[in-house]
T-cell receptor, first 113, second 112 residues
């Protein structure tokens, strides 16, 4: 049972445009959400996170939005750059529970120059 | 420099042999995790440990074993019981508060 889902395996965006990556979750106990970026044969690197007490968090070109009622979060990258091309994973955690990070299946973003 | 180190980067194993993957962190993190990545399947949790001398099974623990004798170290053994061990293995660590997990660079295990 996939508790964290990324339904788009891939996304292509023109350089300078907005990239929107989506993530859905099913477990209402999740209260902290994270986005990671991953290059092939490397470990994921942390991008941005959001607590369930917020609905938006911004860090430079990256903004994460959380819609708790819809159990949906999204990552916006503006403007997109060729160096953003990577696989993006969303992750969720229930901080009052067993504290294990549950990851989605990833979305491969390709930013076209 | 503080960080999390996995070794080796590449590992080849003959079918039927056990092999141990190393993971060491000097971040003073309480929690450590092992994930497996397969194409199209994201990161799946194998085992995790929230404190020394304690660990829990993740979603795909069959055929794997771990130990957590020291805070800094969380080795993963892939046993001969693991039916499809060829994969990319990732170790991570975190503080037990609202923070991110830090990942190592991974170990690619190939069964030959």
């Amino acid at each position: 049972d996939q508790q964290v889902k990324q339904n788009s395996p891939s996304l292509s965006v023109q350089e300078g445009r907005i990239s929107i990556l989506n993530c859905d979750y099913t477990n209402s106990m999740f209260d902290y959400f994270l986005w990671y970026k991953k290059y092939p044969a490397e470990g994921p690197t942390f991008l941005i996170s959001i607590s369930s007490i917020k609905d938006k968090n911004e860090d430079g070109r990256f903004t994460v939005f959380l819609n708790k009622s819809a159990k949906h979060l999204s990552l916006h990258i503006v403007p997109s750059q060729p160096g953003d091309s990577a696989v993006y994973f969303c992750a969720a955690i229930a901080t009052s529970g067993t504290y294990k990070y549950i990851f989605g299946t990833g979305t491969r973003l390709k930013v076209l120059a | 420099d503080g960080g999390i180190t996995q070794s080796p980067k590449y590992l080849f194993r003959k079918e039927g042999q056990n092999v141990t993957l190393s993971c060491e962190q000097n971040l003073n993190h309480d929690a450590m995790y092992w994930y497996r990545q397969d194409p199209g399947q994201g990161l799946r949790l194998i085992y995790y440990s929230q404190i020394v001398n304690d660990f829990q099974k993740g979603d795909i623990a069959e055929g794997y074993s771990v130990s957590r004798e020291k805070k800094e170290s969380f080795p993963l053994t892939v046993t001969s019981a693991q039916k499809n061990p060829t994969a990319f293995y990732l170790c991570a660590s975190s503080m037990r508060v609202n923070t991110e997990a830090f990942f190592g660079q991974g170990t690619r295990l190939t069964v030959v």
